[in-house]
């Protein structure tokens, strides 16, 4: 079946899954492979459960009444997304980064909301299966979508991008993330630098922090809206505290955010400049930036009787981590502490990058440290370790915590999480 004919029969049944456990009544099942399963199996349940229609890439599975076969059911679910995107030619506005990008889009979603009706990627939808079922989601209403763009390999970005076919592109910033995947930080500027080549190749915009070197240095050719510190950018903003939460100047206005860290001016301003660039009102832009909450364990702040907590536990790399550290190193709270869960998918880098995170330790004041994960173990160092976060929390529970400032920080993978409700 062409795409053509799948396109038709998407109009008249808009709604898309991948799960046959999820079907809403008339939607279009997708089959898709994973390490381990096979979509194709459950092509029948899902009809079965409400599915009008299924595509299968394994022949066998499919009636040709209700079950279609395609070459390759994955392609065919990205292609029917650029089709989608193509028919409606909504403005797209494409975001990746190493750190922020989804507390950015999130900021970006907010203030757009207050003039526009908008699309954006919910949760972490942001790879090559998410960023198509993003896509179609989109509907004649829509003005803008705004669409996130994750990757841990050379291409992905270029794919994803010539999927979403954005008009205007924000690379937060790029950092030491994914480095087993991108082999190298230089393998890293030339992943994430994808989104720029695709703006350039294809005349688009890009807003970017003037500030950022890296950005700057790969950001030669492209139609640039600019923000940072300087005056000549088209906004400037001014950091005037983050203790603990972010306060900036833009515009003459002082805005208060719920934001920890000075590490979010960055996002924050990524915001203010395509809220402004979109014409939203600047009291508008103020007042959602000072209303917005972070949420899922991202620079969040929370006291609980016993302690004051920064959970900053959703995802951890070696340039994230130093930033998160340098922030709370500068704050006044009394009786700091950290605990640090290991940073995933480093590679080679993996031992030296955790090893420089316990030297920065080491040159600290804080009242203590507990180090978990085996990649922080295997560095001896003189902190607490342990294997994992079950081990830890047996010996937080015979030795309560009180009366202290800990920030909480690695992978997701290390289940931090589990610690706030003892501390």
């Not at 207050?114 to 004649?140: A, C, D, E, F, S």
């Not at 173990?377 to 010996?395: A, C, I, M, P, R």
Request: charged share 20%; hydrophobic share 40%; aromatic share 10%.
């Amino acid at each position: 079946m062409n795409i053509d004919r799948i396109y038709a029969l998407f109009l008249e049944h808009p709604s898309i899954t991948t799960d046959s456990r999820n079907c809403l009544k008339g939607s279009l099942f997708f089959a898709l492979k994973g390490a381990s399963f096979n979509g194709n199996q459950f092509a029948q349940d899902a009809i079965r459960a409400g599915c009008s229609y299924a595509f299968v890439d394994e022949k066998e599975f499919a009636d040709g009444k209700s079950i279609f076969y395609v070459p390759n059911s994955l392609e065919a679910l990205q292609q029917l997304a650029r089709k989608h995107r193509e028919t409606l030619n909504i403005p797209v506005i494409g975001i990746t980064g190493s750190n922020g990008k989804t507390t950015t889009k999130e900021l970006i979603a907010s203030v757009l909301q207050q003039k526009y009706r908008i699309l954006y990627t919910q949760g972490n939808l942001n790879n090559h299966i998410g960023v198509p079922l993003t896509l179609l989601r989109l509907t004649g209403e829509d003005e803008l979508a705004v669409v996130e763009m994750g990757a841990n390999h050379q291409g992905e970005i270029k794919e994803l991008a010539h999927i979403a076919l954005p008009d205007y592109g924000l690379i937060t910033n790029i950092g030491k993330a994914h480095l087993e995947g991108f082999g190298s930080f230089e393998g890293v500027i030339k992943a994430k630098g994808e989104l720029y080549d695709f703006l350039r190749e294809h005349h688009k915009k890009v807003f970017i922090n003037q500030d950022n070197e890296i950005l700057r240095s790969i950001s030669t050719g492209l139609n640039k809206i600019t923000y940072g510190s300087d005056d000549a950018y088209y906004i400037k903003g001014e950091m005037l505290n983050s203790e603990p939460f972010l306060t900036l100047k833009w515009n003459g206005r002082v805005i208060h955010t719920s934001l920890i860290g000075g590490y979010n001016f960055e996002n924050v301003l990524a915001a203010i400049a395509i809220g402004s660039y979109f014409g939203v009102p600047a009291d508008k832009i103020a007042e959602v930036l000072e209303a917005y909450i972070p949420q899922n364990n991202r620079s969040q702040f929370k006291e609980t009787g016993k302690n004051k907590l920064i959970i900053d536990a959703y995802n951890a790399n070696p340039t994230s981590m130093k930033a998160a550290l340098s922030n709370f190193f500068q704050l006044s709270f009394p009786d700091k502490m950290v605990i640090l869960g290991d940073m995933k998918e480093l590679g080679g880098r993996s031992e030296e990058e955790h090893r420089e995170i316990v030297e920065l330790l080491s040159g600290s004041s804080l009242k203590d440290a507990f180090l978990i994960g085996p990649c922080f173990k295997q560095t001896g160092s003189s902190f607490h370790t342990y294997n994992d976060v079950d081990e830890f929390l047996g010996w937080l529970q015979q030795n309560p915590v009180q009366d202290a400032a800990i920030l909480i920080k690695g992978s997701n993978s290390m289940h931090l999480m589990k610690v706030v409700d003892f501390l």
